[in-house]
């Protein structure tokens, strides 16, 4: 347990910006084996230490209940931007229409490519052997963090910024967040992604086709 404690921290060290509390979320399993252990040790030294086991029992059980119940249930409905909300549904969809990967293009945001991923079930190997071509672009572009690449593939999808020059290609679908509405002639929405409160968060566009130029 001292290696699990002087290891759980080194992710949160090596994390940019505000999501240091995100990459410490291995230090949580370390406190509950030590509580653990705790209590099991005032349980089988000390006599009186199993009536207060009865005491405590319960107020752990509820104190579980309500957490499962808070993250859950409440969370989604309250901070689903937190919990990167909408990807499994959008993924979902996708597959669902059985859309080319190659006609897609994704608004990159925060590395969509891995809710794809991991939603897809994607093979690790066809993962690592996508991934290995981003490092080359990596080091051509003049970017801090590899998460602040732009323009990558991940098993035939296109991650990347839209831009306006994306609307001409015809007959490809693209997705973007929907604050980010794209009024444009060229461009047909053809799907909605909503929160739980029913606010729009993914838009799926498609792009005319060379027939309706």
């Given at each position: ?30 406190w509950s084996v ?98 290995s071509t981003w ?79």
């Amino acid at each position: 347990m001292i290696i699990w404690l002087l290891v759980a921290a080194i992710p949160a060290a090596l994390t940019k910006e505000g999501y240091r509390p995100n990459r410490a979320g291995s230090f949580l399993g370390l406190w509950s084996v030590i509580s653990a252990f705790g209590l099991w040790f005032l349980y089988t030294k000390f006599t009186l230490s199993k009536k207060i086991l009865l005491l405590v029992l319960p107020l752990i059980v509820i104190s579980y209940v309500y957490y499962l119940e808070d993250y859950a249930l409440a969370a989604p409905i309250r901070f689903p931007n937190s919990l990167s909300y909408g990807y499994r549904d959008l993924v979902t969809y996708i597959s669902s229409q059985n859309i080319d990967p190659n006609s897609v293009i994704v608004d990159r945001g925060n590395q969509s490519q891995t809710y794809f991923a991991f939603y897809q079930q994607i093979n690790p190997k066809l993962f690592q052997q996508d991934a290995s071509t981003w490092w080359s672009k990596y080091q051509e572009k003049p970017v801090l963090y590899l998460d602040m690449l732009d323009g990558y593939h991940l098993n035939g999808y296109t991650f990347k910024t839209v831009s306006p020059s994306d609307f001409e290609t015809p007959d490809i679908y693209i997705v973007t967040f929907a604050n980010k509405y794209l009024n444009h002639p060229r461009l047909n929405p053809v799907h909605t992604i909503y929160y739980p409160d029913r606010t729009p968060v993914f838009v799926i566009y498609k792009t005319i086709s060379k027939q309706g130029d």
